[in-house]
């Protein structure tokens, strides 16, 4: 695991979890804690059970032990560390947004196809079994055709002005701001829910444009705190989008509504065992949306808990993403969500940020296809039944 932050813990302890949580044909031991901070990496791997510690990153994907490669830094060293990991015949996990910038993003997809390791991108929430739900609803047509979105990602972390410059306002570093952060999350749940991109049109806004730095100086901000937009998607249908980093109240306000000919359904990431719906007939007097709590029937989430209503967490969530990608090693499943997907999702921010910087309709640069999404129903037919034992 490369970088020792909020990410490299989390991914640390989905990959000593994951055997514990799911029949993996495939039994992962932590190997080596890579930061650039040796002692951050020394103190990571003694809490996380890691064997060894580096800070040297080349170093640590070398060993001929290290079969998978697992990518939390920021944003603008993505492409190095992932490209070298590929060549190296590592499948590769890397945190989103794929990369800084789409180019960088491309070139990552391409390594990813030519080399045909496995390889995924930490798109979460596309992990949780209510959005899984939510997919096998559209699929099979519970919602009828569907119309329109509505796409938000809003959250507070940036919004204390006193708050230090870090990687995350740079350029180089980052890229986008609340778009590469937090926006690409509610975009990966667009593609996924219905489909590619084509068109957008975007405004960007940075209100606190200038933060302290750790010397007692001030930095400029290099990305947007804000950004709104209209998309289109390649099936006609259209979408409002936005996201904050300086949303003040907001958590992890990640909202998708769907809206189809015969129902809707909307998602609300603060309250993620949950997925509300409102179908055809569910409309008269005493009707609009219910809620479903997820439980066994909707899996993978009986593989945490027997008991509906219980709650899964969000380090959950990393722990089915590293399944998805130990199935995809042993050749029971596809990658997704893979490079080529994070790619989709990179040219649709990239769209925005023309769009912003022009002020006009832009097109989607469709270069690399999104996969098509695997069917819930297929990918989670062979996890034993918790229902079983209630
Ligand atoms: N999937 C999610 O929900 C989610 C949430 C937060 C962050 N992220 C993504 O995860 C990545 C990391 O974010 P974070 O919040 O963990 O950041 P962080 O700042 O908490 O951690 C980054 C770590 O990378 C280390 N690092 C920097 N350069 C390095 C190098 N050359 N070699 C080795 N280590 C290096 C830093 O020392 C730090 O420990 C970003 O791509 C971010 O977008 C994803």
């Given at each position: 695991v490369?970088?020792?932050?909020?990410m490299?813990?989390?991914?640390?302890r989905?990959?000593?979890?994951?055997s514990?949580?799911?029949?993996?044909?495939?039994?992962?031991?932590?190997?080596t804690?890579?930061?650039l901070?040796?002692?951050r990496?020394?103190?990571v791997a003694g809490?996380?059970?890691a064997?060894?510690?580096?800070?040297?990153?080349?170093a640590?994907?070398a060993?001929?032990?290290v079969?998978?490669?697992a990518i939390?830094?920021?944003n603008?060293?993505?492409?190095?560390?992932?490209?070298?990991a590929?060549?190296?015949g590592k499948?590769v996990?890397?945190?989103?947004p794929?990369?800084?910038?789409?180019?960088?993003a491309?070139?990552?997809?391409e390594?990813?196809r030519?080399?045909a390791?496995?390889n995924?991108v930490?798109?979460?929430?596309?992990?949780n079994?209510a959005?899984?739900h939510?997919?096998?609803?559209?699929?099979?047509?519970?919602?009828?055709?569907?119309?329109?979105?509505?796409?938000?990602?809003d959250?507070?972390y940036?919004?204390?002005?006193?708050?230090?410059?870090?990687?995350?306002?740079?350029?180089?570093m980052a890229?986008?701001g609340a778009?590469?952060d937090?926006?690409?999350h509610?975009l990966?749940?667009a593609?996924?829910?219905?489909?590619?991109?084509s068109?957008v049109?975007a405004?960007?806004r940075?209100?606190?444009?200038?933060?302290p730095t750790?010397d007692?100086?001030?930095?400029?901000?290099e990305?947007e705190?804000?950004?709104?937009?209209l998309?289109?998607?390649?099936?006609g249908?259209?979408?409002?989008?936005?996201?904050?980093?300086v949303?003040?109240?907001r958590?992890c306000?990640?909202?998708?509504e769907?809206?189809?000919s015969?129902?809707?359904?909307a998602?609300d990431?603060?309250?993620?065992?949950?997925l509300?719906?409102?179908f055809r007939?569910?409309d008269?007097p005493?009707?609009?949306?219910?809620r479903?709590?997820?439980?066994p029937?909707?899996?993978?989430?009986g593989?945490?808990?027997?008991?509906?209503?219980a709650q899964?967490?969000f380090?959950?969530?990393k722990?089915?993403?590293?399944?998805?990608?130990?199935?995809a090693?042993?050749?029971?499943?596809?990658?997704?969500p893979d490079?080529a997907?994070?790619c989709?999702?990179?040219?649709v921010?990239?769209?925005l940020l023309?769009s912003?910087a022009g002020?006009?309709w832009?097109?989607?640069?469709d270069?690399?296809?999104?996969p098509a999404?695997?069917s819930?129903?297929?990918?989670?037919?062979a996890?034993?039944?918790?229902r079983a034992?209630?």
């Amino acid at each position: 695991v490369i970088g020792t932050g909020f990410m490299g813990l989390a991914h640390a302890r989905a990959f000593q979890a994951v055997s514990t949580t799911f029949p993996v044909a495939l039994r992962p031991g932590l190997r080596t804690m890579a930061d650039l901070d040796a002692g951050r990496a020394r103190t990571v791997a003694g809490q996380v059970g890691a064997e060894r510690a580096s800070d040297d990153w080349r170093a640590a994907i070398a060993g001929d032990d290290v079969d998978i490669v697992a990518i939390t830094t920021p944003n603008g060293l993505h492409r190095e560390m992932a490209t070298a990991a590929l060549e190296a015949g590592k499948a590769v996990f890397c945190e989103k947004p794929l990369a800084a910038n789409l180019a960088d993003a491309q070139a990552m997809a391409e390594a990813a196809r030519t080399r045909a390791h496995a390889n995924q991108v930490g798109f979460n929430y596309l992990a949780n079994p209510a959005v899984i739900h939510a997919k096998r609803l559209i699929d099979r047509g519970d919602l009828g055709a569907i119309r329109n979105a509505r796409l938000v990602f809003d959250e507070d972390y940036m919004a204390d002005p006193t708050l230090p410059h870090s990687w995350r306002c740079r350029g180089d570093m980052a890229g986008a701001g609340a778009l590469g952060d937090l926006g690409a999350h509610a975009l990966s749940l667009a593609l996924y829910l219905i489909g590619p991109v084509s068109e957008v049109t975007a405004t960007a806004r940075t209100p606190i444009d200038r933060r302290p730095t750790r010397d007692g100086g001030r930095a400029p901000v290099e990305n947007e705190d804000i950004a709104d937009a209209l998309l289109v998607f390649t099936g006609g249908q259209t979408a409002t989008f936005s996201s904050s980093r300086v949303a003040l109240g907001r958590k992890c306000a990640l909202r998708v509504e769907v809206f189809g000919s015969d129902g809707s359904l909307a998602f609300d990431q603060e309250r993620f065992n949950e997925l509300e719906v409102c179908f055809r007939g569910d409309d008269g007097p005493n009707g609009g949306f219910r809620r479903i709590l997820t439980g066994p029937a909707h899996p993978p989430y009986g593989a945490f808990v027997p008991a509906a209503g219980a709650q899964i967490g969000f380090g959950d969530l990393k722990t089915i993403e590293v399944y998805r990608l130990l199935q995809a090693m042993a050749g029971r499943g596809p990658s997704y969500p893979d490079f080529a997907f994070g790619c989709a999702v990179d040219a649709v921010i990239d769209a925005l940020l023309r769009s912003a910087a022009g002020g006009d309709w832009v097109k989607v640069d469709d270069t690399v296809k999104p996969p098509a999404p695997p069917s819930p129903d297929a990918e989670w037919a062979a996890l034993p039944d918790a229902r079983a034992h209630q």
